[in-house]
């Protein structure tokens, strides 16, 4: 067993991410994270989950989840040399006399104060899990109201694009000619 | 040309080839059936159960190779398309299911007769579609066949708003289908190809496990050619059978949980196994990591996700059979396994496994045995599923392609009779069987109506044990004969045919088989023959479940003599 960062880049479509939650949900995946946005190709989004499992499993999902038509490109970078972050926002109860403790922890883990109230503050921290995960700890005596993440964004080190595709074909395969029919063809999520 | 939603559709459906679509109407595909009669090359049958117009469209794209078509209307008569499109799915055939949605302002309403079904089908569905613009259905409708028919086949479902059936617009034929990712691969790598006949050439007890890719991609002289070329025995997986000449000499039988024994001890001892177009299902392998200790496996398919899904393979190969085995083929050394082959031969006659002792008792198999000999060379046969299915799979040695219609993956009861009627529809000058478990038959009976109505000569053979005949034998050999409710309250199957309008026969000697067969084969409508078997009879042999091949039970012996001097059904 092991953590997997796989990416895909995925048609953006209604129905895709029901696709997707579904090849893992019967294989009896949990996905521990899953975050989506568009990417640079108009009409694509690129999705980057975490899992956990062992190589022979994770790769057979993957290996299913090619097969969704929707599902331009997809690798499992957990082999490769990858940079990864994940974004946080944290509410932490803070009155006037902890602000400064507070804001000396921001600096050392080079986060943001992004709001103050008079009894709370929100910070953002962007960084690996285990960043994260400490500067929550160095929060948490203060009490914390709320904690929000992101999940896992990755991509590959260097010049290698494992899902990349050429965007000028992507053009080409456009589902119609543009102009006709405004509505979107896949299941509803 | 302007034309609306449900015109595009049927125009679309025409332009594919499609001659026959299985349906029933309902509230939400009205307008679909109001076109009809301006296509009267497309011809509907009115089913009296979905789910028996996606069994019989399933059956028809069988025996076929086209793309099987079916309507269905929103909610309830899409979810009883459920059953059938889950059956195409597991067993990779080509479906386009076009169903009614309720009209796009009530789409999420909970309105009548609404139900998700691009939601519910997700996961047994190759694609599937909501259309929400009419501009959109011609290209979707041939995306759809394109995407059911190619690489490995599968059930495709289009769901269509009701007022998108009756919108208009310009109908324009997509003469070309791309997709960006969807791509099959047909010709496999030939750097594979080559290791994989080196490891043909090198082995020297090989065996090739032929499954249903054989039959999809036609590869039957393909695969006939490398079995001679390099004399490799073959075994057909159930849904392989007919893929490779039941009487060729090369030609052993079904493998697995109720296969020939023979099979099962030979799987063992293999140096080199071919899995071509199989997908290596757990009632193939057995316990997998007993499975085929000493052989390096090739694995040869159309779906890239199938290697090593089950198996660790030697040589994987992504392709279509026909055209891997075209390339490999030549690259196969000539070769002769004489001593395997005998080795074999030996497990045969020690273990005949089918053998049918000559009692005076109606012994199920001693039926199916007698209806396979009677009935023409170029007959097909469908099965239901059970212990009925396995002694026709065990006893089929036909030649026929595609000859062997059951439902494999996903084990439908009840697949029988809409599956027959697929097929006599496809096939209206042949022969077609119907193999019917009691428990099965009842699941779908109501389509006798609409077999009578079309008058197909359909002959159904009620394999007639009074009980759910496998639950039964599982629950007497693996749960201490602790028969629960598998004994079923029987109609009187004869008064019932005929109430539908046909024939119907009852057998309950061993005397009046043949001659029933023989009236039936004669009765030039659809007849019903109610055979009333030993009801206590097991199928042998059979591997417990969760036990390795080499685990299986053989037919237990028995003293009376063999019912017949077959070359396949060896005495001992």
Same mark, same amino acid.
């Given at each position: 067993?092991?953590?997997?960062?796989?990416?895909?880049? $995925?048609?953006?479509?209604?129905?895709?991410?029901?696709?997707?939650?579904?090849?893992?949900?019967?294989?009896?995946?949990?996905?521990?994270?899953?975050?989506?946005?568009?990417?640079?190709?108009? %009409?694509?989004?690129?999705?980057?989950?975490?899992?956990?499992?062992?190589?022979?499993?994770?790769?057979?999902?993957?290996?299913?989840?090619?097969?969704?038509?929707?599902?331009?490109?997809?690798?499992?970078?957990?082999?490769?040399?990858?940079?990864?972050?994940?974004?946080?926002?944290?509410?932490?109860?803070?009155?006037?006399?902890?602000?400064?403790?507070?804001?000396?922890?921001?600096?050392?883990?080079?986060?943001?104060?992004?709001?103050?109230?008079?009894?709370?503050?929100?910070?953002?921290?962007?960084?690996?899990?285990?960043?994260?995960?400490?500067?929550?700890?160095?929060?948490?005596?203060?009490?914390?109201?709320?904690?929000?993440?992101?999940?896992?964004?990755?991509?590959?080190?260097? +010049?290698?694009?494992?899902?990349?595709?050429?965007?000028?074909?992507?053009?080409?395969?456009?589902?119609?000619?543009?102009?006709?029919?405004?509505?979107?063809?896949?299941?509803?999520? | 040309?302007? @034309?609306?939603?449900?015109?595009? !559709?049927?125009?679309?459906?025409?332009?594919?080839?499609?001659?026959?679509?299985?349906?029933?109407?309902?509230?939400?595909?009205?307008?679909?059936?109001?076109? &009809?009669?301006?296509?009267?090359?497309?011809?509907?049958? &009115?089913?009296?159960?979905?789910?028996?117009?996606?069994?019989?469209?399933?059956?028809?794209?069988?025996?076929?190779?086209?793309?099987? !078509?079916?309507?269905?209307?929103?909610?309830? +008569?899409?979810?009883?398309?459920?059953? %059938?499109?889950?059956?195409?799915?597991?067993?990779? $055939?080509?479906?386009?299911?076009?169903?009614?949605?309720?009209?796009?302002?009530?789409?999420?309403?909970?309105?009548?007769?609404?139900?998700?079904?691009?939601?519910?089908? !997700?996961?047994?569905?190759?694609?599937?579609?909501?259309? =929400?613009?009419?501009?959109?259905?011609?290209?979707? @409708?041939?995306?759809?066949?394109?995407?059911?028919?190619?690489?490995?086949?599968?059930? !495709?479902?289009?769901?269509?708003?009701?007022?998108?059936?009756?919108?208009?617009?310009?109908?324009?034929?997509?003469?070309?289908?791309?997709?960006?990712?969807?791509?099959?691969?047909?010709?496999?790598?030939?750097?594979?190809?080559?290791?994989?006949?080196?490891?043909?050439?090198?082995?020297?007890?090989? =065996?090739?496990?032929?499954?249903?890719?054989?039959?999809?991609?036609?590869?039957?002289?393909?695969?006939?050619? =490398?079995?001679?070329?390099?004399?490799?025995?073959?075994?057909?997986?159930? &849904?392989?059978? %007919?893929?490779?000449?039941?009487?060729?000499?090369?030609?052993?039988?079904?493998?697995? @949980?109720?296969?020939?024994?023979?099979?099962?001890?030979?799987? +063992?001892?293999?140096?080199?196994?071919?899995?071509?177009?199989?997908?290596?299902?757990?009632?193939?392998?057995?316990?997998?990591?007993?499975?085929?200790?000493?052989?390096?496996?090739?694995?040869?398919?159309?779906?890239?996700?199938?290697? %090593?899904?089950?198996?660790?393979?030697?040589?994987?190969?992504?392709?279509?059979?026909?055209?891997?085995?075209?390339?490999?083929?030549? /690259?196969?050394?000539?070769?002769?396994?004489?001593?395997?082959?005998?080795?074999?031969?030996?497990?045969?006659?020690?273990?005949?496994?089918?053998?049918?002792?000559?009692?005076?008792?109606?012994?199920?198999?001693?039926?199916?045995?007698?209806?396979?000999? @009677?009935?023409?060379?170029?007959?097909?046969?469908?099965?239901?599923?059970?212990?009925?299915?396995?002694?026709?799979?065990?006893?089929?040695?036909?030649?026929?392609?595609?000859?062997?219609?059951?439902?494999?993956? #996903?084990?439908?009861?009840?697949?029988?009779?809409?599956?027959?009627?697929? $097929?006599?529809?496809?096939?209206?000058?042949?022969?077609?069987?119907?193999?019917?478990?009691?428990?099965?038959?009842?699941?779908?009976?109501?389509?006798?109506?609409?077999?009578?109505?079309?008058?197909?000569?359909?002959?159904?053979?009620?394999?007639?044990?009074?009980?759910?005949?496998?639950?039964?034998?599982?629950?007497?050999?693996?749960?201490?004969?602790? #028969?629960?409710?598998?004994? /079923?309250?029987?109609?009187?199957?004869?008064?019932?045919?005929?109430?539908?309008?046909?024939?119907?026969?009852?057998?309950?000697?061993?005397?009046?088989?043949?001659?029933?067969?023989?009236?039936?084969?004669?009765?030039?409508?659809?007849? &019903?023959?109610?055979?009333?078997?030993?009801?206590?009879?097991?199928?042998?042999?059979?591997?417990?479940?969760?036990?390795? #091949?080499?685990?299986?039970?053989?037919?237990?012996?028995?003293?009376?003599?063999?019912?017949?001097?077959?070359?396949?059904?060896?005495?001992?």
């Amino acid at each position: 067993m092991s953590k997997h960062t796989i990416v895909a880049l $995925v048609q953006n479509r209604p129905g895709v991410l029901n696709r997707i939650a579904s090849k893992w949900r019967q294989r009896g995946f949990n996905i521990e994270s899953l975050t989506v946005g568009h990417s640079e190709v108009a %009409g694509l989004s690129r999705m980057t989950f975490t899992v956990d499992g062992t190589t022979t499993d994770v790769d057979q999902v993957t290996k299913q989840m090619y097969k969704i038509i929707e599902v331009v490109k997809i690798a499992d970078l957990t082999e490769h040399n990858i940079v990864y972050r994940e974004l946080a926002l944290v509410k932490v109860s803070a009155t006037a006399q902890q602000r400064s403790a507070i804001i000396e922890i921001v600096d050392i883990f080079r986060a943001k104060i992004l709001d103050v109230a008079a009894d709370s503050v929100i910070i953002e921290v962007t960084g690996t899990e285990d960043k994260i995960d400490a500067i929550f700890e160095l929060f948490r005596p203060y009490g914390i109201k709320e904690l929000v993440r992101t999940g896992r964004v990755a991509m590959a080190r260097g +010049g290698g694009t494992p899902t990349s595709v050429d965007g000028s074909k992507v053009e080409q395969h456009r589902y119609r000619p543009a102009g006709e029919g405004k509505a979107k063809v896949g299941s509803l999520i | 040309m302007k @034309m609306t939603g449900a015109q595009i !559709v049927m125009e679309c459906l025409a332009r594919e080839g499609v001659e026959h679509i299985f349906g029933y109407p309902g509230g939400a595909n009205l307008p679909l059936y109001d076109t &009809l009669p301006q296509y009267p090359q497309v011809r509907h049958i &009115l089913v009296r159960h979905e789910q028996a117009a996606a069994h019989a469209a399933d059956a028809y794209a069988r025996v076929t190779g086209k793309a099987g !078509v079916c309507f269905a209307t929103s909610g309830p +008569g899409a979810t009883n398309l459920v059953t %059938g499109i889950a059956n195409a799915w597991m067993d990779s $055939v080509p479906l386009v299911c076009i169903t009614g949605a309720v009209a796009t302002w009530l789409i999420g309403r909970d309105g009548f007769q609404e139900a998700d079904i691009t939601g519910i089908t !997700v996961p047994i569905t190759k694609q599937n579609y909501l259309v =929400l613009d009419v501009n959109d259905i011609a290209y979707t @409708m041939r995306e759809a066949f394109h995407i059911a028919t190619t690489g490995r086949p599968g059930p !495709v479902l289009v769901d269509i708003p009701r007022d998108i059936q009756q919108e208009s617009a310009e109908f324009h034929w997509p003469e070309k289908i791309e997709l960006l990712n969807y791509r099959p691969v047909t010709k496999g790598h030939p750097s594979q190809i080559k290791k994989a006949a080196q490891l043909i050439d090198e082995a020297e007890r090989p =065996l090739i496990l032929a499954g249903h890719g054989v039959v999809i991609s036609h590869a039957y002289d393909e695969l006939r050619e =490398l079995a001679e070329r390099a004399h490799i025995p073959v075994i057909c997986t159930l &849904l392989g059978l %007919g893929g490779f000449p039941g009487s060729h000499e090369l030609f052993m039988g079904m493998p697995g @949980m109720h296969g020939m024994y023979w099979n099962n001890i030979a799987i +063992g001892e293999a140096d080199l196994i071919m899995g071509i177009g199989m997908r290596f299902d757990d009632r193939v392998t057995g316990r997998l990591k007993d499975f085929a200790p000493h052989a390096k496996i090739i694995h040869i398919d159309v779906d890239p996700a199938e290697i %090593g899904k089950n198996v660790k393979t030697a040589v994987p190969i992504v392709g279509d059979v026909k055209h891997v085995l075209q390339a490999m083929n030549p /690259l196969v050394q000539p070769a002769r396994h004489d001593a395997w082959y005998q080795r074999i031969m030996q497990l045969r006659q020690e273990h005949p496994s089918i053998t049918i002792p000559k009692v005076d008792k109606v012994l199920p198999q001693y039926v199916i045995k007698k209806v396979y000999e @009677m009935s023409p060379p170029d007959t097909y046969y469908v099965t239901g599923v059970g212990q009925h299915q396995m002694w026709a799979a065990q006893f089929y040695w036909g030649d026929n392609p595609a000859g062997f219609v059951t439902s494999g993956g #996903l084990g439908t009861m009840g697949f029988e009779v809409p599956a027959a009627m697929g $097929v006599q529809f496809a096939k209206p000058k042949h022969t077609v069987w119907s193999f019917c478990g009691d428990g099965g038959f009842q699941m779908n009976v109501q389509e006798l109506a609409t077999i009578v109505e079309h008058e197909l000569p359909i002959k159904f053979a009620i394999i007639n044990n009074g009980h759910l005949g496998m639950v039964r034998q599982w629950q007497h050999l693996y749960y201490a004969d602790n #028969l629960q409710s598998v004994r /079923l309250f029987q109609p009187d199957y004869v008064k019932l045919a005929e109430a539908y309008g046909m024939a119907g026969m009852r057998v309950t000697d061993k005397l009046e088989v043949e001659s029933a067969i023989e009236k039936a084969l004669r009765h030039p409508g659809p007849v &019903l023959i109610d055979f009333e078997v030993e009801q206590h009879e097991d199928t042998f042999p059979a591997m417990p479940p969760g036990a390795a #091949l080499s685990e299986t039970v053989d037919l237990p012996r028995f003293d009376a003599e063999p019912e017949f001097e077959h070359e396949k059904v060896r005495s001992r």
